[in-house]
């Protein structure tokens, strides 16, 4: 299995995931040894099947909260995962409001969803959990879901972290430091004030404290995407000397590329599109 990145989904808003203008399905991300992929949300199942994801392949399904865009699908998932619980295996690393449910409301993890895979570990900030030749280590955010987590992937090969969906804090930036690869949650564009989620102004500062070998910037918002992420990308990128990608449904990033000790070398090797875009392969979307 080679190593990559790939984006299900990058909507961030039920008005944009609602009406199918973006997905919200998650991210997949393989090594050699294992398949992760990050909060199911809407289209999940769908997206892998026309991105040539196999779900049964799955080692772990990572779920960072409870709401709609990060959950909503953990459960169809995980009955394709286990021919409907018929041949459980994989683990499922979740928030408290997953297995729990958010605010005492019924869990999105029901007791048969729970019985398709082998184990459920409840996961809260600075929690790590060792699977194959991988450490997943659980984040700290702030969100209106107090259980939420990001988290940082640690592979023989790259480190690659997620925000999830978090309010800015100079104090959580420093979970970042030492990626090679910073995926950021980013709702709103520069000209608008961060509400309950990450703006481009607040990837600025979080970009220049911790300086990773690429930025992608996801979970895009209505307003967001009025801006145009290629243009805030670019602007990210301009401001803080970090190559910045903005994600669309079906984006795959080779992630050993972009590892500290192969950068020098590997960097040559892509053709940009632009002079201040990375080029990345988009999987073309496969019939019936």
Do not use: W
């Not at 409870?66 to 499922?92: F, K, R, Y």
């Not at 993890?109 to 809260?124: A, H, N, Q, R």
């Not at 990308?233 to 803080?240: A, F, G, H, M, V």
């Amino acid at each position: 299995m080679r190593s990559r990145i790939l984006f299900l989904g990058t909507g961030g808003d039920i008005s944009l995931t609602g009406r199918s203008i973006r997905s919200s399905g998650g991210i997949i991300i393989q090594t050699q040894n294992c398949q992760f992929h990050i909060d199911p949300g809407i289209g999940a199942v769908l997206k892998a099947a026309q991105y040539g994801v196999d779900i049964r392949e799955h080692t772990a399904v990572l779920v960072s909260h409870a709401h709609t865009n990060h959950a909503g699908e953990i459960g169809s998932l995980l009955c394709a995962l286990s021919h409907n619980g018929l041949d459980p295996h994989g683990v499922v690393i979740a928030s408290r409001s997953v297995c729990q449910g958010l605010h005492d409301n019924i869990p999105r993890l029901t007791p048969f969803y729970k019985s398709c895979v082998e184990k459920v570990i409840m996961s809260e900030a600075g929690n790590r959990v060792g699977i194959e030749d991988v450490e997943i280590v659980a984040l700290a955010t702030h969100h209106t879901d107090a259980s939420a987590v990001g988290f940082r992937i640690t592979t023989p090969e790259f480190v690659v972290s997620y925000t999830s969906d978090t309010a800015f804090d100079k104090d959580l930036a420093q979970n970042y430091k030492g990626s090679n690869i910073l995926i950021l949650n980013t709702l709103y564009p520069f000209e608008n004030e961060a509400q309950e989620g990450l703006s481009s102004k607040d990837v600025v500062k979080i970009l220049k404290a911790t300086m990773p070998n690429l930025a992608i910037i996801t979970h895009f918002g209505s307003k967001m995407l009025q801006a145009n992420p290629l243009y805030e990308s670019r602007e990210i990128q301009k401001q803080t000397g970090v190559q910045v990608v903005a994600a669309e449904d079906g984006l795959c990033v080779d992630p050993v590329s972009y590892a500290a000790e192969l950068r020098q070398t590997t960097l040559s090797m892509f053709k940009a599109v632009e002079k201040d875009q990375v080029q990345s392969t988009r999987l073309p979307e496969e019939k019936g």
